[in-house]
């Protein structure tokens, strides 16, 4: 069972930066997507960053693309999303999910839409305010 722990959230005003991180654990494939997707308070979940385990290839929704970053260190099975220039509509919760249909995750995370994942952290939250 893979599990996923995220960290890293908190309040920052408009402009700055946070880094979330996410510790996974439990995958039985070593091909797989993880990432993180939000939801905003009254909206539905939204698909936002991925990374593809076997060879790092990043992929990004249209609200977060060139402001936030995602990487992976593979060998303390981490993930990191750098969230710059961030602005009020960036509040959310912030969850780590992973999944080994790796197409699904990434066309959900390039249309914005909500994936449908087997693997979800408990979420974190991010307060972008000033």
């Known amino acids: 069972q893979v599990q996923l722990v995220e960290s890293g959230g908190g309040l920052v005003e408009p402009g700055g930066s946070l880094r979330l991180s996410c510790e996974a654990s439990?995958?039985?494939?070593?091909?797989?997507?993880i990432g993180w997707v939000r939801q905003a308070p009254g909206k539905e979940r939204e698909g936002i960053a991925c990374?593809?385990?076997?060879?790092?290839?990043?992929f990004y929704s249209n609200s977060v693309k060139g402001r936030f970053f995602i990487s992976r260190d593979a060998a303390k099975n981490t993930v990191f999303l750098q969230m710059n220039s961030l602005k009020p509509e960036d509040t959310a919760v912030y969850y780590c999910?992973?999944?080994?249909?790796?197409?699904?995750?990434?066309?959900?995370?390039?249309?914005?839409?909500?994936?449908?994942?087997?693997?979800w952290g408990q979420g974190t939250q991010v307060t972008v305010s000033s």
């Open positions: 439990g995958f039985t494939s070593d091909f797989y997507a």
């Open positions: 999910a992973a999944d080994v249909n790796v197409p699904n995750f990434v066309l959900a995370v390039v249309a914005g839409t909500p994936p449908a994942i087997n693997s």
């Open positions: 990374i593809s385990s076997n060879d790092d290839s990043t």
